[in-house]
Structure formats: C-alpha cells, structure tokens
C-alpha cells in the first residue's frame, strides 16, 4: 500500500512540476527562489499525501507556494534582484495562444509585476496566468474574495500606470 502512495505522489509530481515551478516564478520573480518555493511546498505535500491524494493536491502546493512568497517577502522586508532573463525557459516552455505568449514573455510586463506587492503579484499570476477564478483565488490564498477584487483592480491600475500599452493588449486578448 505504502509503494502506491509514494508511485503517485511520484507520477504527482512529474506530471505538475513544471506548471508550478512557472507558477512560482512568476510569482517571486526569481529562478532560484522558485525552485526553493516549491521544493519546500512538495515536501510539505510529500508529508500529507495520503491525505491529499484523492483531494486538490495542486491546490494545496499552490496555496503553500503563494503564502510561502509572502512570508518570504514579509520576512526580508527589503528589496532583492529579480531575474527578468526567465534562465531556465519556464515562461516559453508554457504552451499559451499566440499573443498571450508574446504578452506573458515580454520584459517589460515582467518588470511591471516585479514592482507589485507579493499578494497582488500573486493575484494576477493566478486570475491571468493560471486563469482562475475569484473563488479559487481567495481559497489559495486563504483571504475574503473581496480581498482578491480589490487587489486586483490596484494591481490592474498599476500595471496600466507601468505598462501604458497593455489595455491595448488586453483588447487583443479578448
């Protein structure tokens, strides 16, 4: 019984990692930070999968990942280098329609969300990225979905303040 849990959380994990690595990247803006987020998350995981197994496995990495990038930031209180180079290829390895990838690849819109605080960066990543919906949100991040509106809409305003053109982009995506 033992060796079917740890083959599925095995198969778990090769199957979610890359996503969630992106995830976690565009969330903290860091290669290397990325990987430790998530690294932390799977073990925490890892520790809980019996449990988690016939539940929202994914979910439950996520809202690690997510509370883990606050605390981290809430933690160092200061500002750090964040890797606009995307090294790894998590970003172009992520299929995507042709002109979100070319809006999601862009420096400048990663520059924009390196600016924005970890709870609104989180917000975006996960209602335009990962495509979410404001219930699921609140759920991974363990606040009020009104919480999620409002951070939203002031990192919305901060992105338009950042990014001029990207209500244009938005129009091409819809």
Request: glycine share 4%.
């Amino acid at each position: 019984m033992a060796q079917s849990n740890d083959e599925d959380y095995v198969a778990f994990v090769r199957a979610r990692q890359g996503a969630l690595l992106r995830s976690a990247y565009l969330i903290c803006g860091d290669h290397h930070v990325a990987q430790d987020l998530l690294q932390d998350a799977l073990v925490k995981l890892a520790s809980r999968w019996e449990r988690l197994r016939d539940e929202q496995p994914e979910a439950y990495v996520r809202r690690i990942l997510y509370r883990d990038a606050i605390s981290r930031w809430r933690r160092l209180r200061r500002e750090y280098l964040v890797d606009h180079q995307d090294p790894g290829g998590l970003l172009g390895n992520h299929q995507l329609p042709d002109t979100t990838t070319a809006w999601m690849t862009h420096d400048e819109v990663r520059h924009a969300l390196s600016q924005l605080p970890p709870r609104q960066r989180a917000v975006v990543v996960l209602r335009y990225y990962e495509d979410l919906s404001e219930a699921q949100i609140a759920d991974a991040l363990g606040i009020a979905r009104g919480t999620v509106k409002s951070q939203a809409s002031d990192a919305l305003r901060t992105l338009r303040r950042l990014i001029p053109s990207i209500d244009d982009t938005a129009q091409e995506l819809r």
